[in-house]
Every structure is written in C-alpha cells, then in structure tokens.
C-alpha cells in the first residue's frame, strides 16, 4: 500500500474555490511533490468505493475544501482516513485582500497565483507530515 500522503480536494463543481481547491491537489500530486503525495476522487470516497477506501483508510490526509461546508474534511474521517490538515481555500484567499480568482470554470492570473501559493503550503505540509509518518 502506498505511503504518499494523500492530499484530497472537495468536488466543488459551480464555485471557484472548489476549482482553486482541485487544481491546488493537482500541481502538489503531479508536479511538486509525486513521489511522495497521491490524490483521490472525494466521489469515490463519499459513495463508499472499495479501492478508495483502502486507499485512505488509516492514512494521514491533508483535506483541501472550497468552502466552509468542508465536504472533504467531513468524508475522509467517514471512509477511515487520518485528516492530518485541513485547510479550506477561501480562508487561504483572505491573504490576498481584493483579489479576483476568476470563476468556476476558470482561474484567473490571480487565482493561479493564489493555487501557486496554497500548493508551496500543501508541499511543506505534505513534507511535514510525511516525516512524521
Ligand atoms: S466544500 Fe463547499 S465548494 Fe467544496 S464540494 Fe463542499 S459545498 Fe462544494
């Protein structure tokens, strides 16, 4: 089984944060740090998928969630997965006081500014918690 820290992002289909949140795991998992962060469909999780929840139970998970309903951070602990951090985008965006991310269905130079900035986060969080592991 593997030993990546899984960085699992919230569907957030209809909201910028949501797609701040996929495209966050999405730059940690397949650009700055693959051997050593996986990601999962919260789908998979949430309807009880086998090899989903084999993947995440009983590991340490850093939840990305696009608002405060935190349907990643809720459903994780639900399929048995460790929620290691829990961070929630539209917290992180306060940092950047009047910004624009851009809307749903895309981001904005802005916006990918601030998934450049949440991903170093996930990173040194992913590196924390893998030590720790
Ligand atoms: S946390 Fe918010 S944005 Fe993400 S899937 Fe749930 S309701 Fe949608």
Redesign the pocket.
């Known amino acids: 089984m593997s030993k990546k820290v899984k960085v699992i992002?919230?569907?957030?289909?209809?909201?910028v944060?949501?797609l701040m949140?996929r495209e966050t795991a999405l730059k940690v998992v397949s650009e700055l740090c693959p051997e050593e962060a996986e990601t999962i469909c919260?789908a998979y999780v949430v309807t009880g998928d086998a090899e989903a929840r084999e993947k995440i139970e009983g590991f340490r998970c850093i939840t990305l969630?696009?608002?405060?309903?935190?349907?990643?951070?809720k459903n994780v602990p639900l399929a048995g997965g460790i929620v290691a951090k829990e961070l929630?985008?539209v917290d992180v965006a306060k940092e950047f006081k009047g910004a624009k991310p851009g809307d749903a269905t895309s981001l904005t130079e802005e916006g990918w500014q601030m998934v450049d900035h949440i991903a170093e986060m996930v990173v040194g969080l992913v590196k924390e918690i893998g030590k720790e592991a």
């Not at 696009?66 to 951070?73: H, R, V």
């Open positions: 992002p919230c569907s957030g289909m209809g909201k944060y949501g949140a919260l969630d696009g608002c405060p309903k935190l349907c990643a951070a929630r985008m």
